[in-house]
């Protein structure tokens, strides 16, 4: 009795948690989702190499303000020492 009814649960969850195949939609809809998310990681990646472009130019541009600041601290100590300015 013992041995029938283990074989019985035992074919129960087998059955019951067997694999289940998925349908055609949900594959489908899988399948998009992945190739969106490919999509979105190519851009991703796309807009971080934009991004370091992006500051690094702004380095060089922050680099040139501060050197003609320098040269126009430098024109105006000029200007003032030879005008004699008051």
Not at 3 to 31: H, I, Y
Not at 58 to 71: F, G, P, T, W
Request: one cysteine or more.
């Amino acid at each position: 009795m013992q041995k029938v009814f283990l074989v019985l649960l035992l074919c129960l969850l087998v059955v019951g948690c067997g694999p289940k195949w998925a349908k055609k939609e949900t594959m489908d809809a899988l399948n998009e989702a992945r190739a969106a998310l490919q999509g979105a990681e190519a851009k991703v990646g796309t807009l971080e190499n934009e991004k370091a472009q992006l500051i690094a130019q702004k380095s060089a541009l922050e680099q040139d303000i501060a050197n003609l600041s320098a040269e126009i601290d430098a024109l105006q100590t000029k200007i003032d020492t030879r005008c004699k300015r008051k």
